[in-house]
């Protein structure tokens, strides 16, 4: 899971105020002196609707002894973390994790549309004598996108004398003269890493 971190301030012993932040004072009265909503407040001058903007982790980015407090939001939660031994407070965002909506693929010829519409935008990569030449392997399953185009991953060996399976995360959608498109996003060494690939394009295309 992926964390955001939104700000992170250090203060001075015996609550003096913040390092980090100009006129300490009238920190250390809206932020040291409040309930945790309060200090949620004080902290949001800093939150933007887009978390992409910040520093991010995979990993917990609070401490074990920390207090926390978190917030529930329609997107995300978010998280103020206070540590009075090392004297900091801090702010996390951390996205609702997706669900991504599983398309069955099976009630129309995926591997037929892909052979007889691609060959002009993408070579052959997709015609027959391509497909049996890198051992593709093309699912019967995609995963809608918030935008209409359909998401799914293909694997092939890597090159011509490497026979190493490697994973593409690739993407269906209609051009405005309602011809079908397919674009290749990225490649992986791995079906897990390519369907983390596949979530993080999912994400951007809301």
């Known amino acids: 899971m992926k964390h955001y971190r939104i700000i992170f301030m250090q203060y001075d012993r015996d609550f003096v105020g913040f390092k980090n932040i100009e006129d300490s004072g009238e920190a250390q ?73 599983r398309l069955s693929l099976s009630r129309f010829p995926l591997r037929l549309l892909l052979q007889n519409h691609f060959a002009d935008y993408q070579g052959h990569f997709f015609s027959s004598d391509a497909l049996r030449f890198f051992r593709s392997r093309i699912p019967k399953d995609g995963y809608l996108a918030p935008d209409g185009s359909i998401l799914f991953i293909t694997s092939e060996k890597r090159c011509f004398n490497d026979y190493t399976r490697v994973y593409t995360v690739r993407r269906m959608f209609r051009h405005p003269d309602k011809t079908i498109g397919i674009s290749s996003i990225s490649k992986s060494d791995t079906r897990a890493e390519a369907l983390s690939s596949l979530r993080d394009q999912w994400e951007e295309l809301q």
């Open 29 to 101: 009265s809206a932020f040291f002196d409040a309930s945790p909503s309060a200090q949620l407040r004080f902290l949001m001058q800093w939150f933007q609707d887009s978390p992409e903007s910040y520093d991010s982790t995979t990993s917990d980015p609070w401490g074990t002894n920390d207090e926390l407090h978190t917030f529930n939001r329609q997107n995300g939660t978010l998280t103020l973390s206070l540590n009075s031994d090392l004297q900091y407070a801090g702010l996390t965002f951390t996205p609702k994790k997706i669900t991504l909506k």
